[in-house]
């Protein structure tokens, strides 16, 4: 998984609990507390979907298989954070009365425990998520550098059997120029032969020919 991409995400889950923690504490306020706590809010909701649009980015530029499954964290992430927006809303536009405050800060305790429990159960799960969704890229991951190990050694064999292959062209090589010399010798003697029977049977020829001159000439006289 990439470095970059944790990076972000740690980032904005400390960040997504915290707007989850000011939320609830928003919603006790009234008057310019509350708006003040709103904003601040709203400041953190900027930053978070900032991080997403960055673990976006980042997840898209990485291989498909490894894409896939941050982009299934980043729905996941999407939701948390629509969640949160829609939460704020509904702070920014209730406007508590006195009664009501005083209700909320009697039960306010209890209610902000109960809001804090839910929050922690829902990133426990969405942790949990992403532990077994780590555990299923490492394996995937693991597998991939178990093939490239496997091609490479099988690259490494057939540049061994191309280095061997080219060796024996070259020996072939070497026969074939030694069998073209042995055969133009052969040639160059088979030649000389031809005109040495040649050279023979001409003098072999001429002196038939004397003998019959000089016995022609003795029987003449």
């Given amino acids: 998984m990439s470095e970059v991409f944790e990076g ?47 673990m976006d980015l980042e997840a898209r530029s990485l291989p498909p298989n490894v894409k896939a499954v941050l982009l299934a964290k980043l729905r996941e992430y ?6 949160l927006k829609s939460e704020v809303k509904r702070i920014a536009s209730t406007s ?4 009501a405050r005083d209700e909320l800060l009697e039960s306010g305790m ?13 990133l426990l799960m969405s942790t949990e998520r992403l532990n077994k969704t780590s555990d299923r890229v490492r394996d995937s991951r693991r597998t991939m550098l178990e093939t ?16 061997s292959l080219l060796h024996a062209h070259g020996t072939l090589h070497g026969v074939d120029d030694n069998v073209s010399k042995s055969k133009k010798i052969l040639t160059n003697m088979s030649r000389r032969m031809s005109r040495n029977k040649w050279i023979i ?11 019959i001159l000089i016995l022609y000439f003795k029987l003449k006289k």
């Fill in 96 to 99: 508590l009365n006195q009664a």
């Fill in 8 to 54: 972000y995400e740690r980032q904005y889950c400390e960040l997504s609990a915290g707007l989850s923690k000011k939320c609830t504490s928003a919603s006790l306020l009234d008057g310019e507390q509350k708006k003040q706590k709103v904003s601040e809010i709203k400041v953190g909701l900027d930053e978070a979907e900032s991080l997403i649009r960055k």
């Fill in 148 to 163: 490239e190990e496997l091609g490479v050694s099988i690259l490494q064999d057939l540049n061994q059997q191309r280095q």
């Fill in 110 to 122: 209890a209610d902000a425990a109960t809001v804090s429990a839910d929050q922690k159960g829902r």
């Fill in 201 to 211: 049977g001409s003098i072999i020829a001429v002196l038939v020919l004397a003998i």
């Fill in 78 to 83: 999407k939701s948390d954070l629509n969640n």
